[in-house]
């Protein structure tokens, strides 16, 4: 029945550069978890040393939130880079691979290590990172913090 339907009602090819459609990938997630983790960073830096078992549960509470919101900017780095980019781009950005890569790696930083040169280093991949994604759509979107 529902293949006499289909030839009914043929319908035009239809097809996309992404896995989604498009407006689904946009590295702004990815910058929002990012700042979180370097919010909290910046938080367990300001804090010291934990002196009472409330200033360790809050300083728990805070790595917990670093390492959740780094870890989600790299699954959004990974999807943007595994879903979003395609070969058409690896040619007009042999790098990209690379600069993902390094990206990555800076979320890995970033759980590890409570730096604000690995947390800035994280914000810094992202920002390049959402320049050759605009820059691919033919915009010229601003890359802002909060």
């Not at 670093?66 to 870890?71: D, L, N, P, T, V």
């Not at 790299?74 to 690896?90: A, G, N």
């Not at 890569?101 to 604000?116: D, G, L, P, R």
Request: hydrophobic residues 40%; aromatic residues 8%; charged residues 25%.
């Amino acid at each position: 029945m529902l293949r006499k339907l289909v030839h009914a009602l043929p319908a035009d090819e239809v097809s996309a550069h992404c896995d989604g459609p498009c407006g689904v990938y946009d590295p702004a997630s990815a910058r929002i978890a990012a700042e979180a983790a370097r919010s909290m960073t910046q938080k367990l830096l300001d804090a010291g040393p934990a002196t009472t078992v409330e200033e360790a549960n809050t300083q728990g509470r805070y790595i917990t939130i670093k390492e959740q919101q780094a870890h989600i900017a790299k699954e959004e780095l990974l999807v943007l880079w595994t879903d979003y980019f395609k070969p058409p781009h690896l040619e007009q950005y042999p790098d990209l691979h690379t600069t993902f890569w390094n990206a990555a790696k800076a979320c890995s930083e970033v759980k590890v290590h409570v730096s604000m040169e690995a947390a800035d280093a994280l914000m810094a991949a992202i920002e390049e990172i959402h320049g050759i994604f605009w820059a691919t759509k033919g915009r010229d979107v601003e890359f802002y913090t909060t």
